[in-house]
Structures are given as C-alpha cells and as structure tokens.
C-alpha cells in the first residue's frame, strides 16, 4: 500500500500540464491509480489513489484541490478496484462484443480530445525543468488507433475479460471527471469548470492505455504478488 501510494504521488508529478482556467493541471498519475486499483483491489485503489494524488497536489503548489483529490481519486481508484475484482459473467460472444465496444470507445476518446485539445504549443514540465513544445495532431489519432488495436488484441488472443476491466477504468474515470466538474464549479463556477473536462477525460484514457499492457505484464510476471494482495 504505502509502494502503491508512493507509484502515484510519483507518476502524478512526473510530467505536468498546466490548465491555466482552473488551476488544475493534465498529469500521469491516472496511470498508477488505474495500475494498483486493478491489481490489488478496492482497498488499496482507494487509499493509493486518494492519498498518493493528494500529496502531490501540495508538493506542485495546487493546496486548493488537496482535500478534493483525496475524496475524488480514492473513489475513483476504489470503484475500479472493486469492478475488476468482481468481473460479470458472460458468454465469449459477449465478452468480444464488450472487447470491441471497449476498444472503440477508448481509442476514439483518445484520438479525438487529444487532437482536438491538446494538439499545438503546449507548455510541458518534467519534473523541475519546463519547456514549450509542439505536439501534431497525427500523434493523437495514430495513439487512438493504438490503443483501440491493444485493447482488441488482448482480449481476443489472451485476456477475453479484458473489455471488462476497460468498462471498470471507464467508470472509475468518469466519477474522477464529474467529481472534479462539481468541485471546480463551486470554486470558479460551471463555464470555468466544464473547459477542463475534456483534459480530464484525456487523462483517464491516456491512464488506461498504460495501465492496461502494464497491469497484464505484471499479472504475467510476478502472479503471486497479486494473489497475495
């Protein structure tokens, strides 16, 4: 847990995006909550998530989301922990059809906002060191494709419950994006609130393409780690 906590405060401050409107900003951190809470379950989704994210909103001088994040992001990482512990039972059909749905939605998500928002001059800060730079937006839409293949290719050819644990980030994600947007609109109002909507929900898929391949490679490598947790 205290790893676990510590992967998320890390990945949180590794490369942060400044959203000048709200104060907030894009980071990684989705990437570790999404990782743990699929790997080790409710419990530790909810106090890594919460508590690691929180603790690097006071070290990157954004105090005013600390209480915030700490309630939004334990929910979050709790949600997708206890979906991915507890997967539906369905036929092979249908969990194909989930793979695919899933997939889909993902990589659309990703390809669409990260062209649409994030392409252009952007300002990137990697740890203490800062820079401008400029993003294509042929990288967002060559990502979306990626991730939509990663996510078919695992659920088809080794993991066919794999669309399962992508409906588990995608809800997980969501209450993440909505519970920032009520937070937000209390602080600043609805307009300034729903401009960082679309950088949340990229921060939720560009998250679920990392956790994903990495939660399967550690599944993969060290089973007795999760079963124990």
Known sequence: ?????????????????????????????????????????????????????AIADVLLAAPIYAPATLVIKGAEGFVVGFLAKRRAKLSGRAWTSMTVLAAFVSGSLLGSIGAHYYSGEAHLAIGPA??????????????????????????????????????????????????????????????????????????????????MPLTRAVERRAPQLVGRA
Do not use: H
């Open 1 to 53: 847990m205290a790893i676990s906590t510590a992967l998320v405060c890390a990945a949180t401050m590794a490369i942060k995006i400044d959203i000048v409107a709200t104060r907030g900003y894009f980071n990684l951190g989705e990437t570790m909550v999404y990782t743990v809470s699929l790997l080790f379950g409710p419990l530790v989704g909810a106090i890594a998530g919460g508590v690691g994210s």
């Open 130 to 211: 800062s820079a401008s730079i400029y993003v294509p937006t042929c990288l967002w839409v060559c990502l979306g494709v990626a991730v939509s293949v990663l996510v078919v290719s695992l659920g088809l050819s080794t993991e066919p419950e794999v669309g399962w644990l992508v409906v588990a980030v995608l809800l997980g994600g969501l209450i993440m994006v909505f519970g920032y947007l009520a937070y937000e609109s209390l602080l600043f109002g609805l307009p300034v609130a729903l401009t960082e909507v679309p950088f949340n929900v990229g921060q939720m898929v560009v998250g679920l393409a990392v956790a």
